[in-house]
């Protein structure tokens, strides 16, 4: 299986139809979001179609769209944390909710945990620790050294990283941004442009669930 976040996939920020079927075509199997999935309003009726599409679980339940997902064996679940972020209901206690609800629980469970702060996804990589099969933090667009298993089978890493442009500050040109912090004036950001790095993680588990191996997989390609 293969699961990308895409809420910034539109132009920098976002996620829009069109690249959504993109990503699709492109052979990602679900799309993971975070505080951003709203910003292209056109997105939101898709949020309740078939496109394998999440928004954070821990949403208020009325908004549209759905927080996780199963495919066959594999329940794929979306969260986004509150340290430095709205705040939105508990993500602690929205998974706890979800694996007690769940009929028909797959033994494999992947989250994608959207947060700001590493202490907050580190804590929830171990509140996890046995309940699900990966805790894969996104959001910051920096990947992180630390993938590993943990005590009781859960793949983990602090963050996934980003695709994107490699010379840019997170993704944007970077002029743009050290002239906001030079400043203090708001302004558009672009997307850098260059070389781009793609950051990744392979996640291996068995059929009970348990992980067994997670790799760093961070490739740099030229722009076409």
């Known amino acids: 299986m ?4 895409g809420e910034n ?6 996620l829009t139809p069109e690249t959504a079927e993109e990503l ?14 709203w910003h292209h309003k056109e997105i939101i009726p898709s949020l309740d179609g078939d496109l394998p599409i999440l928004r954070p679980l821990n949403y208020p339940r009325e908004v549209p769209g759905r927080g996780y997902l199963t495919q066959g064996q594999i329940a794929v679940v979306n969260l986004q944390g509150r340290v430095f972020m709205e705040a939105i209901d508990c993500p602690f ?9 769940l009929v028909d629980k797959p033994a494999i469970v992947i989250v994608d945990f959207h947060g700001e702060a590493t202490s907050e996804k580190n804590a929830m990589g171990w509140y996890l620790n046995g309940r699900a ?13 630390d993938a590993r298993i943990l005590s009781q089978g859960t793949a983990f890493v602090t963050d996934v ?6 010379d840019s500050v997170i993704g944007d040109d970077a002029e743009s941004v050290i002239n906001r912090f030079l400043t203090h004036m708001p302004h558009r950001l672009s997307v850098g ?10 996640v291996e588990v068995e059929e009970s669930g348990k992980a067994t191996g997670i790799t760093r997989i961070d ?6």
Request: net charge negative.
């Open 161 to 166: 990283g980003m695709v994107g442009p490699k």
């Open 2 to 5: 293969v699961i990308a976040n």
């Open 93 to 101: 206690r929205a998974i706890d909710r979800l694996l007690s609800e």
């Open 24 to 37: 699709l075509q492109a052979g990602i199997d679900v799309i993971t979001s975070g505080n951003h999935i």
């Open 133 to 145: 099969s990966a805790v894969l933090g996104t959001h910051t667009h920096i990947g992180t050294v």
């Open 219 to 224: 490739l740099e390609l030229e722009a076409t």
């Open 193 to 202: 442009k260059g070389p781009v790095i793609f950051n990744s993680v392979l």
């Open 9 to 14: 996939a539109s132009g920098g920020v976002g």
